[in-house]
């Protein structure tokens, strides 16, 4: 198995009835959903291995999750059915080119209750990437799971990726998720997240003096997705930046997914940093291109045509 996943896994609604506000849509269609279960699926369709650890409600929309990510051909051994909780749900009001607002329903969602064993420990440990999210450290039992985790893959000498996914409704404050995201990065490889997310866990207000701070903590390798800019990258004495690709956007829903699947594929296939970044940024730029989130996530061909054909676009180096 070339990558294992823990983390989020949720039943999306978007609406049918686009440009009208979500409080008057009356018809939706049903998506997997979750950055984790997103990034699998994305993962997966670029060619690689990849198996997720997480819980799902044991009803219909949980064995819908389930059916879902098997069919895209992730394995789905430890993704447990937990009896008394519901999935994550959350439902998204389509007004493109920018508006997307959404509604979260997380009260003791079933992702919460990851609770890992020794054949989990065995499957992370015999991987080669293991991602976590921040959501997974919102409430325990899924916390201390996350954290353990951590520390096998850290210990085996797997290489560890975080994206921060700071979902509000999943926490009682900004400052209490910094927190338990930052406890986690002595264990982190290659941190990930937008600007905001950056300066929230390493609680410093400018991205620059917030990536400073989490390099000097140990991070290896920092990435910011900065939206329709484009991504920069921070690792040892170079920062570079590379422009986001040009493309009419439906949704930008799942578009950091796509990113991270995208760059961490290229990584984990040994390409340098830059190229990483494009692959990145092909892989979300055909995510916005999309309507969907999980079924948005591009297959490799298309990934490497779109970077084929814009090849003027490359890194800055800003160091």
Not at 89 to 103: A, G, M, R
Not at 233 to 261: E, H, K, M, N
Not at 285 to 299: E, G, K, T, W
Request: charged fraction near 20%.
């Amino acid at each position: 198995m070339d990558v294992s996943v823990l983390g989020r896994v949720g039943y999306d609604l978007y609406a049918e009835d686009h440009h009208v506000p979500l409080k008057d849509v009356r018809r939706f269609s049903r998506y997997l959903g979750g950055s984790s279960a997103n990034m699998a699926v994305g993962l997966s369709r670029l060619g690689l291995r990849v198996g997720i650890i997480s819980c799902v409600g044991d009803d219909p929309l949980g064995y819908y999750l389930v059916g879902y990510l098997e069919e895209q051909g992730v394995d789905t051994r430890f993704l447990r059915l937990k009896k008394g909780y519901l999935s994550s749900l959350c439902l998204t009001e389509i007004s493109p080119p920018d508006s997307f607002p959404q509604v979260f329903y997380r009260d003791r969602p079933a992702d919460t209750q990851v609770d890992l064993g020794e054949s989990e420990r065995e499957f992370i440990c015999a991987t080669r990437l293991f991602i976590a999210n921040g959501t997974s450290l919102c409430a325990p039992p899924a916390r201390e799971s996350t954290f353990r985790a951590l520390e096998w893959a850290h210990g085996a000498g797997v290489r560890v990726a975080l994206d921060i996914d700071y979902r509000s409704s999943s926490w009682n404050s900004a400052a209490q998720a910094g927190l338990y995201a930052r406890l986690a990065l002595p264990y982190v490889d290659i941190l990930i997240g937008n600007p905001e997310e950056i300066s929230m866990v390493a609680e410093r207000d400018d991205l620059d003096h917030a990536i400073e701070r989490l390099r000097d903590i140990g991070v290896g390798l920092v990435v910011a997705k900065m939206g329709a800019l484009g991504t920069r990258a921070v690792q040892d004495d170079r920062s570079i930046f590379l422009p986001s690709y040009p493309i009419d956007v439906v949704s930008t829903i799942g578009a950091g997914d796509g990113f991270g699947a995208g760059f961490l594929c290229a990584l984990l296939r040994g390409m340098p940093l830059e190229t990483a970044l494009k692959y990145g940024n092909a892989a979300a730029a055909i995510v916005v291109s999309r309507l969907m989130c999980s079924d948005a996530m591009p297959l490799l061909p298309e990934v490497e045509k779109l970077i084929a054909r814009h090849e003027s676009i490359q890194a800055q180096s800003l160091s």
